[in-house]
């Protein structure tokens, strides 16, 4: 489990690969048997929905209609199926995610074949169905990719989603969490929050935006506040967030490398009231990844070769725990 953990550290904010228009390339796999996936996204006139694909060797306007007849053929030609269902906690709304598997739509014998997947809302009380997102795929090929739920706030006026369900990005430059969406439900207006972790209470978001930390209300959307990094260089690898078991302050670390996890760490402790940040530790031998939090006192680091190791913060003394 611990190697497990060290091996997901990835990239945080180099989410871009070859030949993406402003989004993710998209990690192998199968949407059918014999497909796996590659995808970049941008918005396509005339629809709701983000799509994705690869950048093209023709004029921005042909590019629009081109990713919106790939759009039409891969929806017009097969009948998608449901993914996952997630009913608001209010039961007045119903996101669905929706998959329409890979096929040949690209008459050039270069292209490869197209999947798409849409994030939709039904209302509860009508029925009248919203469409929410949507990504187009290019299959074949290496990156993160495919829409998936995460979660709604209490209140039911957002819903928490990512586009980055499976695999990682390309290339190896840093550390790599999921991004966190949000959606709107009144507005449909749909916003990238960053590299997220929900807080043990499920009430903050702490998202990595760039070389910033910002920290979300969830259910009211508001931005409590945020914190640029307080130790090391700027630009070093901003690496994993791990919230205290109350849910009142959390860490997060940094380290000149998470790809391998190498040089440097630093593990810096935020006090959520206030932002104040106070940097608990600084090893390069240890290097430090990742960590757990489990006890109000006690935080559990592990290191670069997946080795625990105790921090009290009573004592501010750090062991090695076998």
Known sequence: MKI????????VFGLAACNAVSSPTVAPSPLSPTASMTATSTRVPGTPAATRTPTPDFSATEFWVTSTAIVEAVMGTQQPRTYESYPSPDGKWLAEILMYDCMK???RPEADANAYEQLRLVKGSSGEITTADGQLQNCGGLGAFGLEGLFWSQNSRYFYYTDSREGVPDGCGGYWQKPILRLEINTLRTETLGAGFLSLDGRKIAAWDEEELVIWDVSEGDEVGRISPASLNRGTGAGPVIWSP???AFVY?????????AGKSSVVHVTLSTLKQEVLLESESPTFGDADWNKNNVLVLFDENGNRWVYTFDTQELKHSP
């Open 105 to 107: 739509v690209d008459p």
């Open 253 to 261: 670390i940094q380290a000149v490398s998470f790809c391998p996890v």
């Open 4 to 11: 497990r953990r060290l091996m997901t550290l990835f990239m």
């Open 246 to 248: 109350d849910s009142q």
